[in-house]
C-alpha cells in the first residue's frame, strides 16, 4: 500500500468511499497533529479565514466537543446548530436548512442526522466539503479513523490484528465504518451479538461472525464493545438489559480468553453493567479515554486534509 499524497473527494461522507491510502495519510496527518495538541499553546494558523459549520441533529458529547476543539485548534471560524436551538423546531426541512446556510457561504460543514444519507443529500446542494459526524445506522467515518489511528498507537499496525465487534451491531453506524476500514487495511474482524441485533451480510464483507461472546474474545488482539442502542429499537430486540449482561456484557473474567495484550475500545457513550462491566471500562486494557484524545486529532487532519492539505504553519 501506498500513502496516497491527497484525498480524491471533498467530502467526507463515509469510510467505504476511501482508498487504503488515503485512510493512512489521515493516520499519518493525524499523528502530526496529535503534536500540535502536546505543545504548551495548542493551537496553529492553518485554517485561519476558514468559516466551520457544526450541524448536529443529534445529540453528540465527544464528536461535537471534539470537532469544536479541532476547528478552534486549527484557528478555523466555527458555528454550531443543534436542532433545540434551530428554526427545525419550527418545521424547517433540512433542505431549506441547507440552503440557508450555503447563503452564509461556510468552507466546511460537519453534520451529524437521524437519518442515514443526511450528510449526502448536503453534499448535493452545498459547495461546502460535508464531513459526516454519523448519519442513522450509516456510517460514522472519523470515528473508524479515530478507533483506527489508537489501535495502530498501541499495536503498531492494523493489518493482521485481530478485532472482535460485540454490540448491538443492528444500530450501529460505527460498525459499519469499521467493518469498511478494517478489512480495507487487512485486519480480521469477528462480529457478535445476539441474532436479534446482527445485521445481514456481514460475511460477504470478509467479517467472520458468531453469537458466543467467549468465541469473538478468543485471542482478540482487540475487543470493540459497542452501545446497545435503545433509542434506535423500535420493537423487541432484547429480553432484559440484566440476560444482555450475562450473554453479551465484557467482564474481568471474559478477559481471560483474549490475548495477553489485548485492548478494549468503546465509542461511548456506555451502558456500564449492560455491554461492559466498569472493572473492565476503567480497567487496565481500557484504552477508551485515548480513543476520546485521538478524536481531536483525527478531525484536524480531516479537516486540514479536506481544506486542500494547505494553510498557514
Ligand atoms: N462516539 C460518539 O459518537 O459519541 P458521541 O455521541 O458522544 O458524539
Known sequence: ???????????????????????????????????????????????????????FFEPSTRTRMSFELAEKRLSADTLG??????????????????????????????????????????????????????????????????????IRERKGTLAGVRVAIIGDLIHSRVLRSNVWLLTKMGASVIACAPATLMPPGLRELGVAVTYDIDEAVKGADV??????????????????????????????????????????????????GVEIDSDVADGPWSVILDQVANGVAVRMAVLYLLAGGEGEG
Open 1 to 55: 500500500m501506498t500513502t496516497a499524497t491527497t484525498l480524491r473527494h471533498r467530502h467526507l461522507l463515509g469510510i467505504r468511499d476511501l482508498e487504503p491510502g488515503e485512510i493512512d495519510l489521515i493516520l499519518e496527518t493525524a499523528l502530526a497533529m496529535k503534536e500540535v495538541g502536546a505543545r504548551p499553546i495548542k493551537k496553529v494558523p492553518t485554517l485561519r479565514g476558514r468559516t466551520v459549520v457544526n450541524l
Open 223 to 272: 475487543i470493540m464493545m459497542l452501545r446497545v442502542q435503545h433509542e434506535r429499537m423500535h420493537g423487541l430486540f432484547l429480553p432484559s438489559a440484566r440476560e444482555y449482561f450475562t450473554y453479551f456484557g465484557l467482564t474481568p473474567a471474559r478477559m481471560e480468553r483474549a490475548a495477553a495484550d489485548a485492548i478494549v475500545m468503546h465509542p461511548g457513550p456506555m451502558n456500564r
Open 81 to 150: 446548530m443543534t436542532t433545540a436551538g434551530s428554526s427545525v423546531v419550527k418545521g424547517e426541512t433540512l433542505g431549506d436548512t441547507a440552503r440557508t446556510i450555503e447563503a452564509m457561504a461556510p468552507d466546511m460543514i460537519v453534520m451529524r442526522h437521524a437519518s442515514s444519507g443526511a450528510p449526502h443529500q448536503l453534499a448535493r446542494v452545498c459547495r461546502a466539503s460535508i464531513i459526516n459526524a454519523g448519519d442513522g445506522t450509516h456510517e460514522h467515518p472519523t470515528q473508524a479513523l479515530l478507533d483506527a489511528f489508537t
